[in-house]
């Protein structure tokens, strides 16, 4: 793997432990739903998704 590759998923990586973490994650506890879902398991889910996409497109790139 490239290292500007590896560069790319540490820092990820550091993001995700970054909006993981208990001060921004309490941003999103409120009592609000968005299409019924609660705004904090919304972001959370939404975050996991995000890294999942950012990573594929990494990693295929690494691959190309």
């Given at each position: 793997?490239?290292?500007?590759?590896?560069?790319?998923?540490?820092?990820?990586?550091?993001?995700?432990?970054l909006c993981?973490?208990?001060?921004?994650?309490?941003?999103?506890?409120?009592?609000?739903?968005?299409?019924?879902?609660?705004?904090?398991?919304?972001?959370?889910?939404?975050?996991w998704a995000?890294?999942i996409i950012?990573?594929?497109?990494?990693?295929?790139?690494?691959?190309?």
């Amino acid at each position: 793997m490239k290292r500007r590759h590896e560069q790319k998923l540490v820092i990820l990586s550091i993001v995700l432990f970054l909006c993981f973490n208990v001060p921004i994650i309490l941003i999103f506890d409120i009592n609000y739903a968005f299409f019924g879902i609660p705004i904090l398991y919304f972001s959370i889910f939404s975050f996991w998704a995000l890294s999942i996409i950012i990573s594929y497109i990494v990693l295929k790139k690494h691959y190309e």
